[in-house]
């Protein structure tokens, strides 16, 4: 599977409206190998079973987006704990300091 | 920063929050997501949230370390990439959630099946028990303008000619009587369903020689505006200027070479301006004669070859002369040619057993090809099934009416077939019969089975020799 075979199917899917198709024809060139594959598979959709393990597949997918949104917000609260406790000992200081304690 | 401290009475410092809702752990952080939409993995409100947290952080650490505002960077960096990969999956969600693999094909199957059907788009409702319908024929028209602008929609979407006509070529050459690719471009292009796959085709054409044309004279118009010789003749051709180059650049000589050579420079030398009969055509009539016309004047569009005297169009069974309407509306120029003709008109009311013959020669291979397609998949045409019983005839086996019987029971449906000629993928020989008379249709082409059967191994020509007859001709 290469890129241009890609451009193709989405050219040629008979369910995406011109919109979407330009959509994707703008995104497709930054996605991920790993990506276009799945992209791929999911415009091949010949059967009921394909349907389903796809939307398995994109659940999984999901589910790690998920985790990893989770992980970012733990970083972002981590971030702002150390940024105030480091704050909170320069002030500290500084009143221990101008007090002569 | 909001954190201030406080000092009660000498004893020891105690640091307050003010004014700052922001919770401690990514855990407490993570609670304030649970209003959202649980089907979503970042909803708006997520962002929403991330970025006031983002903003308050900023603004606290402004003063700190490049450490920290590296790291916040790559945070904000990380939360972009997130919310990308989650619009894509939404994206392809759609795809998968639209795809309805089973349902479509079973419904594209019973409209195949059915009389009735929604779609005005359907050329039997023009011509309802062989009577053209002109409500019907208007309704046509109406809905092919709706689905043609579709379409054009469609290939907007391509960059380039060579795409469009890829497109094209794909569409219209690997059907290989496959009915899922058919419907595939019926879908695409808005048809519920295929009633004429000639004309769907013809469609296409049609709308791809518009596109080559719009953007033919879009360059003529950038080089009558940009050009010294451009500027030129426009003062004299005034609002005709288009036009009038058009018709200069498709003329015959060197005139077209230079008029191109003036205009466009080197580049214009290479031009194809040499479609001019397809530029010319109306783009707006798909059928070449109004329905009525054809119904009244039976063979309009059609040639006989010298030898042929047509027969009268008014006695011949309806049938055949729903084929000729058929053949009228596809009809190029002065193609297809009818070659030979021998018409069951007398026969049908008579014998129970009969059979016509039509030898029709197409302009291209590629036409026969599309023509001989669309008759087999018009009349569900078992091509296998036919060569199998022509192969059982052939070893001199079976040739006794249970074994016709079988066959009809195993839906070798004989009403018309259409096999392409080896030696001249241009021809086509077309047979009509009636569906009792399975096996007096195969012993009358068992003077031609040899030939036959050695189409069957191949079938239709592949597109390799099309494109070499094609090249041929260029």
Redesign the interface.
Known sequence: MNKPDLL?AI??????S?E??????E?IPN?SQG?QE??ME??S????E??EK??QK?SS??SD??N???K?????????????N???NA??QS?LKQNDL | ?N?K?Y?FEGAK?E?IWKNVE?????????KL?DDKDKNE??SAN?LKN?EK??Q??DA??KT?STE?LN??KD?QD??DK?TE??N??K??????D??E??ESAQSEKTSENSENTDSKLNYDLVYPNGKFDKKAYQEFLKELKTKNLNLH??L???DNDA?IKE?LV??ISEQNNNITNLN?IS??IGYTKISDKGELLLNLRILANQKAEEKLEQKILNGLDNHGVGKLLKTFMGDNAVRLVKDLMNAPGPMANVLKFFLFGFEGLGIKTDQKTKLNKDPKIVIKKPPAEIANMGYANLAFAEDIKAPEYEQLPQAEQKLFQYLNSISKDTYPKIKEFNSAEIEYSKAENCQSNLVLEFATPKDAYLFTESINVQEKFDLKGFQSKLNEIQDGANKTENSTKASDKNGLPAYRFALMDKEKPSVVNLVLSNSSSMESSLNALMGKAQSMKDQFSGVLPQKEELKKEESKKD
């Open positions: 193709k050219k040629n899917h008979p369910q995406l011109p979407q198709k330009a959509w994707w024809i995104k996605l990506l799945f992209l999911v415009l959709i010949q059967t009921k394909d349907q796809m939307q994109l997918m999901q987006l998920k990893s949104w989770q970012l917000q733990n970083e972002l609260a981590n971030l702002y704990q150390k940024v105030e480091e704050s909170q002030e500290f009143f | 920063m954190l401290p000092y410092a640091f922001i919770p401690q752990s990514g855990e407490e952080l993570a997501n993995v970042i997520d991330f947290k983002y308050k952080l606290a650490i700190e920290h790291k916040l945070l990380k939360k997130l990969a989650d894509i999956l994206e392809i969600k759609k795809i998968i639209s795809a693999p089973e929609k469609e907007d979407t391509y795409d497109y794909v569409k595939s879908v695409l």
